[in-house]
């Protein structure tokens, strides 16, 4: 009884895993940067809410340079005696609004990104779920509706960030370097070419970091499918298992399988964890650089503020 309940089920999630591996598979050979072709193309009608919520971004950008250079220009002139009240009434005014800006900008994007992720959330689980039911149409009496929604929302929530944060995000790391570009040099040319060669050396590393991650994903998946197959042996099997007091030697394969699989998504973590690192260690470098640079530039006289 039991494990005529429980294979159901385990199969149906072994089904869509199987699925989404092959899903992700077939998109990163063929990609960069985890473009995945497959979950680019089911974005149909998603686009609207990624670029809205990429410009958004980019708007709040524009206004956090702009109230930089407002206050920084309000600071080294503060101390003149040629700055008035009238003078510097304008100067807060203006720094004000755009702090405004920058406020309705990031409620605005955190309300499209919302709103995004339960688009897409309703979308790719009404897409997902007829598909599974599809690869299962010989046997849904016994897989059942449940077992078909509980997938559908298992793997939907995996991807659904993938339109409201990554995507936007990719395409805002994309024009954000030539906008902070032309707007630094105008203060100083080589604080801005180190930050944009910074920029152009970020995709590389983490193009090497997303390689790395691939290779441990197929390991990941074949020791997944391993133990699930392990699993799913011994459930069938279970009553000769016991008959035969087998049950501590399939205990012991069960649990080795447990630890392989443990340690391959130790091992993706840890390329994750050390991909953010390498990433910070660059920009959190480029950034003291840059700013020990225009430090020294502005002692010596050659740049004002």
């Not at 509706?145 to 339109?163: F, H, L, R």
């Not at 430090?295 to 006289?301: D, H, I, K, T, Y």
């Amino acid at each position: 009884m039991f494990t005529e309940l429980a294979m159901p089920n385990h199969m149906a999630r072994l089904a869509a895993a199987k699925q989404l591996r092959q899903m992700s598979l077939t998109g990163e050979r063929k990609s960069m940067l985890l473009l995945n072709k497959t979950l680019i193309r089911l974005a149909r009608g998603l686009w609207g809410w990624i670029i809205a919520i990429a410009a958004f971004r980019m708007l709040s950008l524009v206004a956090v340079t702009a109230f930089a250079g407002t206050v920084s220009g309000f600071l080294g002139n503060i101390w003149t005696a040629s700055l008035s009240a009238d003078e510097a009434l304008p100067v807060i005014r203006q720094a004000f609004f755009l702090a405004l800006v920058m406020f309705a900008c990031e409620v605005l994007r955190g309300e499209m990104e919302y709103r995004c992720t339960a688009r897409a959330r309703t979308l790719q689980r009404e897409k997902i779920f007829a598909k599974v039911v599809e690869l299962d149409a010989g046997r849904i009496e016994r897989f059942g509706p449940v077992s078909a929604i509980s997938t559908s929302v298992d793997a939907v929530e995996s991807i659904q960030n993938y339109y409201s944060l990554y995507l936007p995000g990719l395409i805002y790391c994309m024009f954000s370097p030539i906008y902070l570009f032309f707007r630094l040099r105008r203060v100083s040319l080589t604080a801005a070419l180190i930050m944009a060669v910074t920029a152009i050396l970020l995709l590389p590393a983490n193009n090497r970091s997303r390689i790395g991650i691939q290779k441990r994903k197929k390991a990941y998946w074949t020791r997944m499918e391993d133990l699930t197959c392990y699993y799913l042996e011994s459930l069938r099997g279970l009553t000769t298992i016991k008959l035969f007091e087998r049950d501590r030697d399939r205990s012991a394969g069960l649990r080795v399988r447990a630890d392989r699989f443990t340690e391959s998504i130790m091992d993706v973590m840890k390329v994750n964890f050390e991909s953010f690192l390498i990433t910070e260690a660059m920009i959190n470098a480029a950034l003291i650089i840059s700013v020990a640079v225009t430090a020294w530039q502005l002692a010596a006289g050659k740049i004002a503020l």
